[in-house]
């Protein structure tokens, strides 16, 4: 098993940045990838970016390209994400997300191991 526990959400204004963790622990070996998703009020779960935790690739929603950054610290057995120039519709609660399996990366429903989630805020 795998757990994860997210932190650093919080309220913003427009154009402000957060940095959001998932410290990892538990069976973290093998891990075929590592992502972030997020949900808001009445809409659908998104995948907002992944890390490939072999080959290191990285992929982002378009909606979030040039803004955010994924990343990840091995020694330290968690994974990032650096938000800048926030816009009130990145408003959410963030989840981190492991799996071991192949599969779509930004499928919530390829994902066997979810954090708690985080709550972002960002006002206009």
């Known amino acids: 098993q795998v757990q994860l526990v997210e932190s650093g959400g919080g309220s913003v204004q427009a154009g402000g940045s957060l940095r959001l963790s998932c410290a990892a622990s538990?069976?973290?070996?093998?891990?075929?990838?590592m992502a972030w998703f997020r949900q808001a009020p009445g809409k659908k779960r998104e995948g907002v970016a992944v890390i490939f935790a072999g080959s290191g690739a990285i992929h982002y929603a378009d909606s979030v390209k040039g803004r955010f950054t994924i990343s990840r610290d091995d020694a330290k057995d968690t994974l990032y994400l650096q938000m800048n120039s926030l816009k009130p519709e990145d408003s959410g609660m963030y989840y981190c997300?492991?799996?071991?399996?192949?599969?779509?990366?930004?499928?919530?429903?390829?994902?066997?191991?979810w954090g708690q989630g985080t709550q972002v805020t960002v006002s206009s």
């Open positions: 997300a492991f799996e071991r399996s192949v599969g779509t990366w930004y499928r919530g429903e390829d994902y066997n191991y």
């Open positions: 538990g069976s973290t070996f093998n891990i075929n990838r």
